[in-house]
């Protein structure tokens, strides 16, 4: 009943809405409208355009791959580093190609490999120790007393490698050198 005696009809028979119910309902239509424009301004102003974003995009991809870069070439480097194993202890006697003379020889051997073939190699060695002690024990019996007496022992170094490098699978050894090195005449 109270809202009958709010609202008035005018000649036609039309409700007719009181000025304060006008003045509320505008208010708040002028509210929602400020508020649209608030958060358009909001997004046009905060919200990056396509060239920002594929531009961020674009950094962030070239950031990735550069550090994936870096990760697998310091991954390759790992790889590649030079490890040390021990290829044994080694004592003969025996009487050189030129010379009638016994001299005993004791060597302690050791080789030169990649880390990614240090898992292939022990393998390797594993399964052909005793072939490759006796290849390397051959080449110490058969070299001459000046290739055993020189200062660099080159020679013998590289007749070693040649001779471990073809008993294995695959040339694993990088080089060969000597822990210890001793050439005695008897």
Known sequence: MADE???????????????????GRGLVMAFVGVIVLIESAMFFLMVPSAEEVSALAEAKLIKSVQEGEVQAEKKADDENEVKEIDLGTFGETFSPIDTEREYTIELHLYGLIRKKNSDAMDAELAEKQGRLRHAIRMKIRTSALTELQENQLGLLERRILTTSNHLLAEDYLLGVGFHDYQLREE
């Open 5 to 23: 005696k709010e609202t008035t009809e005018n000649g036609d028979g039309e409700a007719v809405v009181p000025k304060k119910a006008a003045v």
